[in-house]
Nanobody, 121 residues
């Protein structure tokens, strides 16, 4: 049973920070690209950031310079450090795994259940 389990979401004031974690269980994601996506109410799921196995990173324009993705191979865990949060960042954040470098939803094979991030103005 493959599982991706997100944690670290919550309520934060505008300008604050949160760090999301995604722990993989059931298999190793050796060679996989790990990504973060988010979905706000009434909107489609959108790409936030991704990191390849060798460490190449990609980020959506809206979060570039504020969010940083990283991964710990030994712990099979990926992180999303989110700084200078604003109310537009409010969404459910999902962790996902893809077998190659990818930024589109349909390219990802495994998904977590999501963690809620709410930014109060």
């Amino acid at each position: 049973q493959v599982q991706l389990v997100e944690s670290g979401g919550g309520l934060v004031q505008a300008g604050g920070s949160l760090r999301l974690s995604c722990a993989a269980a059931g298999r190793t994601f050796s060679g996989y690209t790990m990504g973060w996506f988010r979905q706000a109410p009434g909107k489609e799921r959108e790409f936030v950031a991704a990191i390849t196995w060798r460490g190449d990173t990609y980020a959506a324009t809206s979060v570039r310079g504020r969010f940083t993705i990283s991964r710990d191979h030994a712990k099979n865990t990926v992180f999303l450090q989110m700084n200078r949060l604003n109310p537009e960042d409010t969404a459910v954040y999902y962790c996902a795994a893809a077998s190659s470098a990818a930024i589109r939803v349909e390219q990802y094979d495994y998904w977590g259940q999501g963690t809620q991030v709410t930014v109060a103005s």
